[in-house]
């Protein structure tokens, strides 16, 4: 793999961030954590309160909570960004961090983990977040997987 791999995820549990780093592992990739500024509770993630703050930033999409250590992506050329799927989509944070960085001419690689769905809408919102890359469908890391699950994923995907 080569030198210029970046791989960075945002997780609030756990599972995203046990799954980038067997990513970076897997691709020689360096490894960094998007940090939201304020962090998100187990109440702010309560799917099923339509007051908890996870699902008042998925019905608002222009919500963008704020990263609290800028990620230098310069130097990199394939970019993993990694995420768990909020309502069939990224959470907004991955939006924030798109929109404070230049991806042009990069490739980006979108992976998410979930405990039922897929990618749904991402690749397409993050074409438009970044129109002068090239953003790839991606896939998804789902149940701890293991170094060989990680490579036969990239074989498939031709990554």
């Given at each position: 793999?080569?030198?210029?791999?970046?791989?960075?995820?945002?997780?609030?549990?756990?599972?995203?961030?046990?799954?980038?780093?067997?990513?970076?592992?897997?691709?020689?990739?360096?490894?960094?954590?998007?940090?939201?500024?304020?962090?998100?509770?187990?109440?702010?993630?309560?799917?099923?309160?339509?007051?908890?703050?996870?699902?008042?930033?998925?019905?608002?999409?222009?919500?963008?909570?704020?990263?609290?250590?800028?990620?230098?992506?310069?130097?990199?050329?394939?970019?993993?960004?990694?995420?768990p799927i909020w309502w069939y989509?990224?959470?907004?944070?991955?939006?924030?961090?798109?929109?404070?960085?230049?991806?042009?001419?990069?490739?980006?690689?979108?992976?998410?983990?979930?405990?039922?769905?897929?990618?749904?809408?991402?690749?397409?919102?993050?074409?438009?977040?970044?129109?002068?890359?090239t953003v790839k469908e991606g896939?998804?890391?789902?149940?701890?997987?293991?170094?060989?699950?990680?490579?036969?994923?990239?074989?498939?995907?031709?990554?």
């Amino acid at each position: 793999m080569a030198n210029n791999i970046l791989v960075v995820y945002f997780s609030c549990s756990g599972i995203t961030a046990n799954a980038a780093k067997t990513l970076a592992k897997v691709t020689g990739g360096e490894l960094k954590e998007i940090i939201p500024a304020v962090p998100y509770t187990k109440d702010d993630l309560n799917w099923m309160d339509k007051n908890s703050r996870s699902t008042i930033e998925c019905r608002d999409q222009a919500c963008r909570p704020e990263i609290a250590e800028k990620i230098d992506i310069n130097g990199y050329d394939v970019i993993y960004v990694g995420f768990p799927i909020w309502w069939y989509r990224e959470p907004n944070i991955i939006d924030t961090f798109l929109e404070s960085n230049n991806f042009s001419g990069k490739t980006i690689v979108p992976f998410a983990t979930s405990g039922s769905s897929g990618l749904g809408k991402s690749a397409a919102n993050i074409r438009k977040l970044c129109p002068r890359s090239t953003v790839k469908e991606g896939f998804m890391l789902n149940h701890n997987p293991s170094t060989e699950d990680v490579k036969n994923i990239l074989i498939k995907f031709d990554l």
